[in-house]
């Protein structure tokens, strides 16, 4: 679904071919005249070739990270992270806790999945008596939203 018919798209190259049909054209195996002579094809031709190289590199190479790698990204990213209110959720298992950011972002899409509703604000409160229990409010907006 195009969202703004009058804008164009894709990126546009000096010739007026765009840098999406030199890809296509790379994909399907041909090469057209023009493709040949132009340099500006040429140039981006040459760009997407080594592009393939390098993720075909990355692809057949893989890196392995050094152990406990995972463990350090995500501690680092604990401690950037400002959670604000977390709840406590039911786990046999382990503690599990889910920030009220979190909770708000999931319940917005699920509400945003329901055809003509969409959720334009979503806020979540812990119930200060019992912290398993939460508020939730939900503003929407569409065809169905209340004025």
């Given at each position: 679904m195009e969202m703004n018919p009058t804008q164009e798209t894709g990126h546009l190259l000096p010739c007026g071919h765009s840098v999406e049909d030199v890809w296509d054209d790379m994909e399907a195996d041909r090469i057209t005249d023009h493709a040949l002579n132009c340099p500006h094809c040429t140039t981006a031709r040459a760009s997407l070739d080594e592009l393939t190289e390098a993720t075909r590199a990355l692809i057949d190479d893989p890196a392995t990270p050094p152990a406990?790698?995972?463990?350090?990204i995500m501690t680092a990213v604990r401690a950037d992270?400002?959670?604000?209110?977390?709840?406590?959720?039911?786990?046999?298992t382990a503690?599990?806790?889910?920030?009220?950011?979190?909770?708000?972002?999931?319940?917005?899409y699920v509400v945003d999945g329901v055809d003509g509703i969409c959720a334009h604000e979503c806020r979540v409160e812990v119930?200060?008596?019992?912290?398993?229990?939460v508020k939730v409010w939900i503003d929407q907006t569409g065809p169905e939203a209340p004025t």
């Open positions: 406990g790698f995972l463990d350090k992270l400002s959670l604000g209110q977390t709840i406590r959720l039911p786990s046999p503690r599990v806790d889910i920030s009220t950011y979190a909770l708000a972002a999931m319940l917005r119930s200060p008596d019992n912290s398993g229990a």
